[in-house]
């Protein structure tokens, strides 16, 4: 998937920092869904971004929201067979060491969720 979004991304990057009527310096990108998951990539490629805006997509990696879907699920329908469950992916999300994420970028990120806009706490890489 990165190799499919992120190239294009970056290629329209570049050229908005050279118009003279944009502040090269407060560059973001915004994306939308899955748009949302590859713009820290994309800033990530491109280090003049200034910051990232996720708009209904995920901000945290894959293995967390595993984790936290498994934890709902869970509370749910309390019992030994949701916590071995809920025991079993949170084993399994250690494993990960996630590529990227918003709060690693060292500009602001921010992510729409229900209707408001939140900033991606730092340091939760």
Known sequence: MTREYVPHA???VRPLREEPHVD???VFVAGHSMG???APRVAETEPSVAG???LAGDAEPMHREAVRVVGHLAALDPGPRSEMALA???RQATTVEPRCHP???GGPALRSACGRLHRVP???A
């Open 10 to 12: 970056v290629a329209a």
């Open 24 to 26: 090269a310096a407060r």
């Open 36 to 38: 949302g998951k590859m």
């Open 52 to 54: 990232v805006v996720i």
């Open 88 to 90: 079993e992916i949170t």
């Open 103 to 105: 709060a690693r970028l």
């Open 122 to 124: 730092d340091g939760r």
